[in-house]
């Protein structure tokens, strides 16, 4: 691939442009018969670009050669246009070996991250605030690299993608949305769902550029990004360019067009983009006829050497199946264990003071640090964890955001795949709701997928449950629908000492770490130890040792368990409190080891409510586990199975406390009785 703008551009160059969209076309013709023959050789869905080649052969001409790209899931061309070798691009829409990513991410989120290529994206929309991070980590490093980000039309009613657009506005991030319309948002026309004329129109509302051009002439595309990559490079900040172009082909390698009317077709074939600018270099003589036959000549035999290739290599090994869901890496400077506080002289202070001070330290040490979210930067954060850290390290490492958290999560992750460190707060758990995607089929996915070539290590801050008057918007425990995620990484704090020490082991980590946080525990005061060594994650605490029953719990019940064991202890029973800390990884050996030291009998608390949550994760994996050693009795103890209530004295009567978790105890030793009286 070519990548000539600057200076005096030649015929030659045109017609490497060309060269480039025959190879686009021809491999994804390759790949579209591949799909259809018996057996198929390429399964599952293809999206192809058919008719959009011109705009990422002209965008990719018009950036510089360290620009990057983050493409839509009809991405073949954006990947080949990036310089990835058609080798590479056919293999992984084939699912072989020899792929990028060695069939992990097949034709629809092939990803390159360590070249210019970041990636696909097969969610509509989701690409936009990733590019952002991408933008954001330019914008740091003072590169000067400019970041696009492909879309299609449909991608203008996604909300990550109005995120992503607010975002780069408000950061003045040097960021290029192309959205390639084809008058087709999948299987519906555009004209349908959208109101405007034209979608570059919508750019105003973000006080950007935007811009409509004839997406069929890789001159035009060129000339264009090519003047808005400079402004971008100049503080200009984001520009939406709308491209038109025909879709010449369906909307996957087995839609049959039905809803299509013949005019419709016959129209967008007029417009072919390889004819259109064929014929144009033809009459310019900047080839001849005879020419463009030994191109297309070129090409066809290029690509059957490459389906040799891809044909004779191994299909990928199923050993490697599970490998890389997480890192392998150990952080240096760090501890063998957490059995008890780390060593020291230690100070008193609350909870929340804990995790300002891990911020603070975790900027001071790492430059590649970013703290930001809603309200993270001028006020500090509305608990104020954040409180003063922009006053001391500047507004370009701590700073606020739109209230978008598509784009704080988003960007976190691009900025991550790209060498920050990016710390982000969700204000509420209940928040992440609305941008799960982020996490769950983003961050999660990204070291799986590159078979470990790069990840996703971001850190997300975020507190949960209930507190005198939190709505059922602001109250839920929401651990369960992450710990269901490979890939993601979960702590739960439950001390000032641990808001300091799981958050900067999260830090250390080289996995996406999601910390969260207890709200009704911010004001607690306890000892900690500003220690500088960073503990190993996944490893439990055993606070309080016990013969009779054991409570395992975590967050905000830890408090409520050790003062459940505390009167129980009056009683003459010996309970034991384990709290886990760390949700995933599971301590397994320390579950194991509290409840046979209890002789099997366990109490697992949580505040989430109980169907779905954790707890029944915990009894599931105990009674595997204490098979053949000793006979399982496990009570769970949650919030019932309700919505949660805004009045202090109806959540009183829902969430676990100490009368509720000493008579599941008490229950669990009189029914061990009973059975052995019978």
């Not at 579209?32 to 008719?51: D, W």
């Not at 950036?63 to 080949?80: E, K, M, P």
């Not at 970041?118 to 690409?127: P, R, T």
Request: with cysteine; aromatic share 4%.
């Amino acid at each position: 691939m070519t990548n000539q703008h600057r200076g005096a551009r030649s015929g030659a160059d045109d017609v490497q442009m060309l060269r480039d969209m025959l190879l686009i076309r021809q491999l994804e013709d390759t790949a579209l018969k591949l799909s259809r023959s018996e057996p198929p050789r390429v399964v599952g869905s293809v999206h192809m670009c058919a008719g959009q080649e011109a705009v990422p052969v002209g965008a990719v001409a018009g950036l510089n050669q360290d620009d990057q790209v983050v493409a839509t899931y009809r991405g073949h061309g954006w990947a080949i246009a990036s310089g990835l070798q058609p080798l590479q691009v056919l293999g992984e829409i084939c699912h072989s070996s020899i792929g990028i990513n060695g069939g992990r991410g097949g034709s629809a989120y092939m990803m390159a991250p360590w070249s210019r290529f970041i990636g696909e994206n097969s969610i509509v929309g989701a690409g936009v605030p990733i590019g952002c991070g991408v933008a954001l980590a330019n914008q740091a490093a003072r590169n000067g690299r400019v970041v696009v980000v492909s879309i299609g039309d449909g991608a203008m009613n996604q909300g990550a993608t109005h995120e992503g657009l607010a975002f780069a506005a408000a950061k003045r991030l040097p960021l290029l949305v192309i959205c390639e319309n084809n008058g087709w948002s999948e299987m519906t026309a555009t004209k349908d769902v959208f109101r405007v004329e034209k979608l570059s129109d919508r750019a105003a509302g973000y006080g950007i550029v935007g811009v409509t051009i004839d997406g069929i002439d890789p001159r035009t595309v060129r000339d264009t990004v090519s003047r808005l990559a400079a402004q971008a490079r100049d503080g200009g900040g984001p520009a939406l360019i709308e491209c038109r172009v025909p879709r010449l082909w369906g909307h996957y390698n087995r839609d049959i067009e039905h809803y299509r009317s013949v005019s419709d077709r016959q129209a967008a074939a007029a417009r072919d983009p390889i004819a259109h600018f064929s014929r144009q270099l033809i009459a310019e003589g900047a080839i001849t006829e005879e020419g463009m036959e030994k191109l297309k000549q070129e090409v066809s035999e290029t690509l059957a050497r490459i389906l040799e290739d891809i044909n004779r290599a191994p299909p990928p090994d199923p050993a490697s199946a599970r490998d890389h869901v997480y890192s392998s890496a150990t952080p240096a400077r760090q501890q063998t264990s957490v059995t008890s506080l780390p060593q020291g002289e230690a100070e008193t202070m609350t909870y929340i003071k804990a995790v300002n001070e891990a911020l603070r330290r975790e900027l001071k040490s790492r430059p590649n640090v970013l703290v930001y979210g809603e309200d993270v930067g001028k006020a500090g954060g509305i608990f104020g964890a954040a409180r003063l850290l922009q006053k001391e390290f500047g507004a370009e490492r701590v700073f606020d955001t739109p209230i978008s958290e598509s784009a704080i999560l988003g960007s976190a992750v691009g900025a991550a795949m790209t060498g920050l460190k990016p710390i982000v707060e969700i204000m509420w758990a209940d928040f992440m709701l609305v941008a799960l995607d982020q996490l769950v089929n983003q961050a999660a996915n990204i070291r799986y997928i590159t078979a470990g070539r790069a990840g996703a290590p971001i850190v997300v801050r975020t507190q949960q449950g209930v507190t005198p008057g939190s709505c059922a918007q602001h109250s839920q425990s929401l651990e369960a629908l992450l710990l269901h995620v490979p890939g993601l990484r979960v702590a739960v704090p439950a001390t000032p000492q641990d808001a300091y020490s799981l958050l900067r082991a999260a830090v250390a980590s080289d996995d996406p770490c999601i910390v969260i946080e207890s709200r009704s525990l911010y004001q607690t005061s306890g000892p900690v130890m500003l220690s500088d060594t960073v503990e190993p994650i996944g490893q439990a605490r055993l606070c309080r040792s016990g013969t009779q029953a054991a409570i395992v719990t975590w967050g905000t019940m830890v408090p409520v368990a050790l003062e459940t064991a505390e009167i129980l202890g009056k009683e003459g029973i010996d309970v034991a409190v384990l709290d886990l800390r760390w949700l995933s990884p599971l301590d397994e050996q320390a579950l194991v080891d509290v409840a046979l030291a209890a002789g099997g009998r366990v109490v697992v608390l949580h505040e989430a409510n109980v169907t779905g949550g954790f707890g029944a994760e915990i009894a599931s994996r105990l009674h595997e586990k204490l098979q053949g050693k000793v006979q399982p009795r496990i009570r769970r103890v949650g919030t019932p199975d309700v919505r949660m209530p805004a009045a202090p004295v109806l959540q009183q009567e829902l969430v676990p406390n100490v009368r509720r978790v000493a008579e599941a105890v008490r229950g669990l030793l009189a029914s061990e009785r009973g059975a052995r009286d019978r």
